[in-house]
């Protein structure tokens, strides 16, 4: 018996919770009894469902204070009891027998004796604190705003195109009133027909001849409403791709809280989707809210019970997806995550392929990718198969009021209330009451998809900027000057101690020691590179402090050349011109003889040699050399060298540091360099260890001293040594080889050309 009256239980409470949802749309009075009927069928028939019901936010709304205090504002007693006035008696007055109309006059009376006289009135100042107490308890309530904050800030993306949206909704509510005109004539001739054969004359071909005029000014509105929608969305997307592209150049490289993959996947396919909600989704959301109307002004004078059951039934599709909308939102979240995370593995994976070939990791790579594959497949599969449910209960519920429409349209007409015509145009137009809502429910998982995407959007537009100043450098050269400097990335991993040195306005300073000893923090902290209000005592250029100058100043006086810098997809002439937009050929020319690249790129197409993304069609010392040519030929006050030599071959190398030497006769030039004859020219080196400046001096001075110089340079010219007299057997001192320091083996690399 059980298995027969639980099932009956569960299936009872589902009816009653979908006549409530219609109490909470409409309002209808019985909101409340038909939620507490769901509540008691569910404890009945299933623990879990009640469980669920407990929880959802359907009952923390109209039953919760209810269940505990009976009590309600005066609001919500109002509404309620003004539409039971208006409702149940416009019931009573369709229904035919009398018995039934006493019956809804009993519930009418005993609904306005139980809600003025059992149910307690809440003040406002009490419904207020609730409130308050509520949305102290949960998080879900926020997370609810946030979608729909998201969907009223992307509004603000489209203030030129509102008046397209309004254009696609105008267009396609005058296709529905030429098509209701079509359907009326079309009913009319129809019920002609009998008249023509018992000898009358209907007028056939005025009628034809207008249908076909009013189908085909219909097709023309279709059209102007796919082209509002397609402008419409176009002026959204160049806004919003405008400014995610500003932010990301104002907050830099690796500030922005979006790997390079998510950048990439938010500013092109995130955005894309936002062409559906602007263009499908928005204008149907308005154009679902007025055709309903708009058909039930038509077809109230045909036949008003048959217009107002319509109009009654077409409120329960946005019911469904209002229902379905809170899971809907969560699982697309999680699919875009998915998505996103499968996006940077593979986009890492890329980038390392060599690597993992040669260390034999691509296989387990390759699972690993395959894992992230199969969640993102199976979190698609469940947002299809909750998309296909509810399309199901969507077409359920636009058939049945079809169906409905049409029975009513049938009965009036087998009781000669309506004659031929109208029974006709009802029968037409009863599923264009729910063809708009239809077609509404569909594009809201489009329309879902791109709010997901918005929200990472906004994400990287709402991450805060690092901190700028307000002040300009001095004109002319510039000095660097640091007194008591720290930084740390992360408070256990402090970076620089109390560090102080000084680079003259003119002159060749060199920065030493083994890697890992903060010297290219020094390079990314003064270039701007690093957030520059969070290191501790001095950093002057110019005699400004370097937290209180504007980044665009730095941008404008400081140039960085590391062994990283990028080289672009274009032409050799093209990369250089990044630099100088106006330099003329002849200086090109000039800058690429001084690092002797012109002789190579002469044997190809000269400026126009095309180079592939990160030049990859140029070796690494290539790579380097274009890279100084290119910062060589910016007119910067102080350059700052971090590596930018460590790839290029032994003769290149001096050519590169005979033009770096020039250059600072008349500038300021800092060279970070791990092979220390580099160096040897500098006016004053700072050797450094673990964060601070352990010595500094000239070339000559630090290498008579026994510091960490010293050290680093004897260990790097027996690697030399050892180097070009390994194939005659020659060893160092003492037999054995030198210890591998850090300095040594990327010394070593850096011999040689790759």
């Known amino acids: 018996m059980k298995k027969i009256v639980k099932p009956l239980f569960i299936a009872l409470g589902f009816i009653s ?86 019956l809804l006059g009993v519930v009418l009376a005993w609904h306005w004796w139980y809600f003025l006289l059992r149910v307690k009135t809440l003040r406002a100042d009490e419904a207020q604190g609730d409130g308050a107490a509520k949305t102290r308890e949960t998080d879900g309530g926020e997370k609810r705003k946030k979608g729909g904050a998201t969907a009223v800030r992307l509004l603000g993306f489209a203030t030129g195109a509102r008046r397209y949206v309004f254009l696609n909704v105008l267009a396609r509510w005058i296709g529905l009133l030429l098509g209701a005109f079509v359907v009326f004539a079309l009913s009319d001739l129809i019920a002609r027909v009998p008249a023509a054969l018992t000898g009358g004359n209907p007028v056939v071909f005025p009628i034809l001849g207008l249908c076909a005029g009013a189908a085909l000014l219909r097709a023309l509105c279709e059209l102007l409403a796919s082209k509002a929608a397609f402008k419409a969305s176009a002026g959204a997307k160049k806004k919003l791709r405008t400014e995610l592209y500003g932010k990301l150049l104002a907050l830099g490289g690796g500030e922005n809280g979006a790997s390079g993959a998510e950048a990439v996947q938010v500013a092109v396919e995130g955005i894309d989707q936002i062409e559906n909600y602007f263009g499908k989704y928005l204008p149907q959301l308005f154009y679902s809210a007025i055709a309903p109307l708009t058909l039930f002004v038509l077809l109230a004078p045909v036949r008003l019970s048959a217009a107002v059951v319509l109009l009654v039934c077409t409120p329960l599709i946005p019911l469904l997806i209002l229902f379905i909308m809170r899971m809907a939102r969560r699982m697309m979240r999680k699919q875009l995550k998915a998505y996103t995370s499968l996006g940077d593995f593979f986009f890492e994976s890329l980038r390392g392929m060599t690597t993992l070939k040669i260390f034999g990791a691509d296989g387990r790579r390759h699972e690993e990718m395959n894992g992230l594959a199969e969640t993102f497949r199976k979190s698609t599969m469940r947002i299809l198969r909750m998309q296909l449910n509810s399309i199901v209960l969507m077409d359920c519920v636009a058939y049945g009021g079809t169906a409905l429409g049409v029975g009513l349209a049938a009965q009036g007409f087998l009781s000669g209330d309506i004659g031929l015509s109208g029974a006709i145009s009802i029968v037409l137009l009863s599923a264009e009451f729910f063809i708009p809502l239809r077609q509404l429910g569909s594009y809201f998982h489009v329309a879902m998809n791109g709010l997901s995407a918005c929200e990472r959007v906004f994400r990287i537009l709402d991450a805060p900027l690092p901190a700028d100043g307000e002040s300009a450098l001095p004109p002319g050269a510039l000095a660097v000057e640091a007194d008591g400097l720290s930084y740390a990335y992360e408070p256990e991993r402090p970076a620089l101690f109390g560090l102080s040195f000084s680079a003259p306005a003119v002159g060749f300073t060199g920065l030493a020691g083994a890697s890992g000893c903060g010297k290219s923090t020094i390079a990314r902290l003064l270039s701007g590179g690093l957030a520059r209000g969070d290191y501790a005592g001095s950093a002057r250029i110019g005699g400004v402090e370097l937290r209180d100058l504007k980044r665009s100043e730095l941008r404008k006086r400081i140039c960085l050349v590391t062994h990283e810098d990028y080289i672009f997809t274009g032409t050799v002439s093209e990369n250089l011109r990044d630099a100088k937009p106006e330099a003329t050929d002849a200086e090109l020319e000039h800058i690429l003889r001084k690092v002797r690249l012109y002789d190579f790129f002469a044997e190809a197409q000269g400026l126009n040699t095309r180079t592939a993304e990160n030049g990859a069609n140029l070796s690494g010392g290539q790579k380097q ?88 340079f004897r260990e790097q010219q027996a690697l030399e040594r050892y180097a070009a007299g390994g194939a005659q057997g020659e060893r160092p001192s003492g037999g054995k080889v030198p210890a591998e320091t850090p300095a040594t083996i990327e010394t070593a690399r850096g011999g040689n050309e790759r």
């Open 17 to 102: 919770l979908g006549l409530g949802l219609v109490g909470v749309a409409l309002p209808v009075l019985p909101t409340t009894p038909f939620l507490l009927l769901t509540a008691f069928c569910f404890a009945r028939g299933s623990a879990r469902f009640h469980r669920w019901f407990l929880g959802t936010r359907l009952y923390q709304n109209h039953l919760d204070d209810f269940v505990k205090s009976k009590s309600m504002t005066v609001k919500t007693k109002a509404s309620i009891l003004i539409a039971v006035s208006v409702l149940l008696p416009l019931a009573m007055y369709f229904v035919p027998y009398p018995h039934a109309r006493i």
């Open 625 to 712: 050399r274009l890279s100084i040519a290119r910062a060589l030929l910016r007119d910067c006050d102080v350059y700052i060298f971090d590596e930018a030599a460590s790839n290029i071959d032994r003769e290149s190398e001096e050519a590169v540091l005979a033009v770096i030497r020039e250059r600072a006769e008349s500038k300021n030039v800092l060279m970070i360099s791990h092979r220390l004859a580099n160096l040897r020219p500098a006016n004053i080196i700072y050797a450094m260890e673990e964060g601070r400046v352990e010595g500094k001096g000239t070339h000559e001075e630090l290498t008579a001293a026994y510091g960490v110089y010293a050290r680093l």
